[in-house]
């Protein structure tokens, strides 16, 4: 196991990342290092980054879970690591490698808060379906989503209802699940629980899936306006192109663990 390693804690309408550059320092048990650092009794995060080198793209970004588990893609996720690449690498626009596919991120704002829009993939909106007495929506953004819209988030027991459908069987490898309210002809406001993670202050790819869903389904305009625990994020899709996703990337702190 390696003995300290250097880290960088950001987040992403306050979802937080716990971010190590492996070119420099390669970790020897990623999963078990994400479990560790990720729990509330030390860093705490919601999941790992690794920044790697690549073959074809600036680096690739590889995202581990709270519990060790690794998704395709993580949107909140993907701007911490542009931030960072922006900061250490001086890469304002970047290509980034990962599990999903490329990635071309674009810091448009610096400061203590970073705003980076990031060409997500293209949205492919599934036929309807029920699941746990609810109609649900599947999207892939490059990781699978259902959205569930609602009238009353305040109804929706996300403890309960958020591990019932992830595990549900018709999702053999689980599923992020998303409840969305229609607040206005460009407007959303969502909760989200994320496979691996659980509950979240934002999840970036769900945000996309959401706006596309409701863009597909419900007659919201682009770009989409989306409210979420931990903060506002914007995504603008017109079919069949790729989603832009914009939000903020900050910086929480530096150390060694």
């Known amino acids: 196991m390696n003995a300290v390693v250097p880290v960088i804690k950001l987040n992403g309408t ?3 990342f716990v971010l190590v550059d492996a070119r420099s320092t390669p970790l020897d048990d990623p999963a078990g290092f994400a479990r560790r ?3 509330r009794a030390s860093l705490g995060a919601d999941g790992l980054l690794l920044v790697l080198p690549s073959d074809w793209a600036d680096a690739r970004m590889r995202v581990i879970n709270a519990d060790g588990s690794e998704p395709e893609m993580c949107g909140n996720g993907v701007r911490c690591f542009a931030r960072y690449l922006d900061e250490h690498d001086g890469r304002g626009d970047a290509l980034i490698e990962t599990v999903a596919g490329p990635i071309r991120t674009h810091v448009l704002e610096r400061g203590a808060e970073y705003q980076i829009s990031v060409e997500m ?3 492919q909106i599934g036929a309807p379906h029920e699941v746990a007495g609810l109609r649900a929506i599947p999207v892939d ?3 699978p989503h259902v959205v569930i819209f609602v009238d009353d988030l305040r109804a929706i027991d996300i403890a309960v209802l958020g591990p019932k459908i992830e595990h549900d069987p018709l999702y053999p ?3 992020n699940v998303h409840f969305a309210r229609v607040t206005g002809p460009a407007a959303l406001e969502v909760v989200h629980w994320e496979r691996g993670a ?3 202050q934002a999840c970036g790819t769900g945000a996309v899936a959401c706006a596309a869903a409701a863009i597909a389904t419900r007659g919201l305009r682009s770009p989409v306006e989306l409210r979420l625990p931990g903060g506002v994020l914007s995504v603008a899709w017109e079919p069949p192109n790729r989603a832009v ?3 903020n990337a900050v910086r929480e702190l530096e150390t060694t663990v």
């Open 14 to 16: 306050h979802n937080e």
């Open 37 to 39: 650092v990720c729990d």
């Open 121 to 123: 993939n293209v949205p």
């Open 141 to 143: 953004v490059g990781n």
């Open 173 to 175: 490898g689980g599923v």
């Open 198 to 200: 659980g509950a979240t």
């Open 245 to 247: 996703m914009t939000g």
